[in-house]
């Protein structure tokens, strides 16, 4: 039965996932001289199509072609699939937008310029309104731009914190509380082996945001759980409470059963740095790994097209950053470090 439900869009994951990057081809962006050179690498892949439509494209540009590329990829998959995976599908593409929506409210919380909106925007707004969120000024603005999107509510309750805290983090709670509570209740109408694949890559997710979200408002009193999203994985809430009590970050390896060794080495990076982006590498590694690692077994269940739309995700990220570093005249080393390969 599941060959049957699957043989087609298992095809067309197979012919889809022939075009993502190879590891050298990622190494030669990365080290090529400039942005117009590491362009004209790209075009020679499966985004060639599209970019040699652009004349004299800037970074916005690319990273337009780069998401139409992502979101066709998700509707081609959707097509393939019916009742709670079509489902689950449809909302899961929701994931661009929503990231979109942080980067601008992030910019605007930190007061930075906004040179040019996210295309992607004009799938919940009308253009002229996308158009205008260049020149709105404040965090707030933004979410009153969003009015008429289905993240208005959400954000609208944020809008009072966020702005006492002078922070982006009640946004970006609130957007990922109300992602990942949809998504939860999709998932549980899938059923056996779907459900047991898509819980265990979702779950990595929503572990890898819960601990962040307690490390990142410990000290602060009162439970954590409200500030968590709807789902649990294998990070219990009385574990996520005890990280959020602690005094010193050193002391959290003490606490959790599992993720020891990102865990651990993320709490060196951070002694190092003062930064969490070590623990957020670990666990979007690890995550890259679980899905890269569906393709070596059974693939006739849902976890096969969600492993490759995170795969493709993690390449069209890669290949921003790549970009955006070529922009900005960053070192090769500098560069590598924002990426995520897989060997």
């Known amino acids: 039965m599941s060959s049957l439900k699957y043989g087609f869009v298992n095809a067309r994951v197979g012919a889809m996932k022939s075009h993502l990057l190879d590891g050298m081809e990622m190494k030669t962006l990365i080290e090529s001289r400039n942005f117009d050179d590491a362009l ?35 509707g081609k998959l959707a097509i393939s699939v019916t009742g709670a995976s079509k489902k689950f599908l449809a909302h899961y593409a929701k994931k661009a937008e929503i990231e979109a929506i942080k980067t601008l409210l992030i910019m605007k919380t930190k007061g930075e310029e906004v040179k040019d909106y996210p295309w992607i925007l004009e799938r919940i707004m009308a253009v002229e309104a996308a158009e205008k969120l260049v020149d709105v000024g404040t965090p707030g603005e933004i979410v009153e731009m969003l009015r008429f999107t289905e993240y208005y509510t959400v954000l609208h309750k944020a809008v009072s914190e966020a702005t006492e805290q002078d922070s982006p983090y009640p946004f970006i709670e609130a957007l990922d509380t109300y992602f990942y509570s949809r998504l939860n209740s999709i998932l549980r109408k899938m059923g056996g082996k779907d459900r047991k694949i898509v819980e ?114 993690n390449e069209i990220r890669n290949l921003t950053a790549i970009l955006q570093g070529k922009e900005e005249s960053l070192s090769v080393e500098q560069i590598e470090k924002t990426v995520s390969l897989l060997a």
Not at 260 to 288: A, M, R, Y
């Open 40 to 74: 004209a690498l790209l075009k020679n892949t499966a985004y060639g199509k599209e970019l040699s439509k652009l004349s004299s494209p800037s970074l916005i540009d690319v990273e337009n072609v780069l998401q139409k590329a992502m979101l066709t990829d998700y």
């Open 200 to 313: 265990h890559l979702v779950g990595i997710e929503v572990d890898a945001k819960n601990l962040l979200i307690a490390l990142r408002t410990r000290g602060t009193g009162g439970e954590v759980t409200g500030h968590l999203m709807p789902m649990r994985y294998r990070l219990s809430d009385p574990d996520l409470q005890a990280a959020f009590n602690i005094k010193s970050i050193g002391e959290v390896q003490q606490i959790f059963q599992h993720y020891n060794d990102i865990i651990s080495q993320g709490v060196k990076d951070f002694e190092d740095t003062g930064s969490f982006f070590g623990l957020e590498s670990g666990f979007q590694e690890f995550k890259l790994k679980q899905n890269k690692r569906l393709f070596g077994g059974d693939r006739f269940h849902m976890g096969i097209p969600i492993a490759f739309l995170n795969l493709k995700s």
